[in-house]
């Protein structure tokens, strides 16, 4: 619910403020137990893959493939390192001229994603593969709209409870 907003948490008593630095203090700690296991893999700690340059590609891994899930990301990853792979090997053949023109590449597929695809491409694929509800469970254009309840004037008791805490 603090993904959303805080108002649904606050409204069954919920401290939004503890939990969100509760679980960013579980995100850092995950984050350290990672760099410690790297760390631990590969017996030297190398600063090159966390660059500036790698940590833009880890964002647009992130943003091609779409933020809001762990697939959408390992897509994403896959999407990337594959593309850039190959249009390292074929894009000086194509183009006739050596140099790094995947970045050039990669942005311009930046912005077509952000434009078309603001979620990402998992989601996009995920939303066009959902099944389509059949005709009878539509509600037909000519349905009569309902009549507006009375709402309970300013101030009133609109809902109470006793003996919950027993």
């Not at 697939?71 to 999407?79: H, K, P």
Request: aromatic content about 10%.
């Amino acid at each position: 619910s603090l993904r959303y907003g805080s108002v649904m948490a606050e409204s069954v008593a919920i401290n939004t403020h503890h939990t969100k630095i509760v679980s960013f203090l579980i995100a850092c700690l995950l984050a350290a137990f990672a760099g410690w296991l790297y760390a631990h893999t590969q017996r030297f700690i190398n600063p090159s893959p966390f660059s500036f340059n790698q940590g833009i590609a880890y964002l647009f891994m992130a943003v091609i493939g779409g933020v809001s899930s762990l697939i959408g990301a390992v897509v994403g990853s896959g999407l990337v390192v594959l593309s850039n792979q190959w249009l390292q090997t074929n894009l000086p053949n194509i183009l006739g001229v050596q140099g790094d023109f995947e970045a050039v590449v990669f942005g311009i597929v930046a912005i077509i994603i952000m434009q078309w695809l603001p979620v990402g491409i998992w989601p996009a694929i995920v939303a066009a593969c959902r099944m389509q509800v059949p005709k009878e469970f539509e509600i037909p254009s000519d349905a009569p709209i309902l009549a507006e309840r009375r709402k309970p004037e300013r101030g009133s008791e609109v809902l109470s409870a006793q003996g919950i805490y027993q």
